[in-house]
Every structure is written in structure tokens, then in C-alpha cells.
């Protein structure tokens, strides 16, 4: 954390933007992100099992919509976060970047070593790497349910209600 205070200390809205050696401490701390594609004429979304490696991240895939998407001309997005329980502070980072296949046989198996284990069951023979362009964070505090607001807070109710 760049500084000693604490996220929302002074007001329950403030968000501390995190700099490039924290972003990449916090993507380390997890696994799972989602990854943001271009399919044909939508974005579509997909979890991916990362691992951090010399500034890119990793992830294994089978042949399909999310190989295919991924490696294709169009950049990608990785978006990972996490929340501290005990402490409500959660974080987001934002990664976009362009992915390609792993294909030199030394760098396939330096990527072996990094025990990257998808959580779903099937052949991932597809190791993808995104080299980033951008990497972005914050934190910020969770605020409590109760003080929510949406414009439908103000909205006028029916008698009945």
C-alpha cells in the first residue's frame, strides 16, 4: 500500500489508485480473473486460472471460443479482485494487453513449471500469455449495504407500499 492510511478513513467514497508494483503483488495473491474478449460482433467474458509471470499473465485453454478470441488481432482485458473479509477493504485490478499462443517448445515448458492448474476437468493443452499494455488498480472500502443508493431510492411510491 502506497500510504499509511487506510481506504475510506476520511470518507466512505474514497478509492486509493494503486500503482504498478501492487497491482501486479495483488494479481499474484489469486488465481482466478475474468478474461475480456472480442467474439465476432460481442464482448464476451470467461474465468480464467492465471499465473503471473515476468510482468504478463498465463492461462490454459482447450481449442474453441476463448482460444480463438483471445489470439486473435482484437486486445484482451483480465480483470482480477478480492475483498479482505475482516477488514471490508477490497481491491480490482485491470490488465489489457494483447494474448498470444506459447508455442516456442523452451517457453512451453517454463510454462509447465508454473503448476497452473485450471479448476475445470478436460484437456487445456493451450498455454496463452498476455503481454499487458495497461495495468490498473484501486482499493477502496466496502460500504455496507444499508447505505446503498440508487435512483429508485428516491422514486415515489404507490400507496400501497
Not at 431510492?153 to 400501497?160: G, H, Q, V
Amino acid at each position: 500500500m502506497s500510504t499509511d492510511r487506510k481506504p475510506g478513513a476520511d470518507t466512505p467514497h474514497e478509492v486509493e489508485n494503486l500503482d504498478n508494483h501492487e497491482c501486479w503483488r495483488l494479481l499474484r495473491s489469486v488465481s482466478v480473473g475474468r478474461l475480456a474478449v472480442w467474439v465476432e460482433d460481442h464482448p464476451d467474458i470467461f474465468p480464467v486460472n492465471y499465473k503471473v509471470d515476468h510482468g504478463t499473465l498465463v492461462f490454459r485453454t482447450a481449442e474453441g471460443t476463448k482460444l480463438q478470441s483471445a489470439t486473435g488481432d482484437t486486445p484482451v482485458a483480465v480483470e482480477a479482485d478480492g475483498v479482505d473479509a475482516d477488514t471490508g477493504i477490497a481491491w480490482s485490478i485491470v490488465v489489457k494487453g494483447q494474448a498470444a499462443p506459447v508455442k516456442d517448445p523452451q517457453e512451453v515448458l517454463d510454462t509447465v513449471g508454473l503448476l497452473l492448474f485450471p479448476w475445470q476437468a478436460g484437456t487445456k493443452e493451450h498455454f496463452v500469455r498476455i503481454t499487458p499494455d495497461t495495468v490498473t488498480g484501486r482499493r477502496f472500502k466496502v460500504a455496507p449495504p444499508l447505505t446503498w443508493w440508487t435512483p429508485l431510492d428516491d422514486a415515489t411510491r404507490s400507496s400501497d407500499e
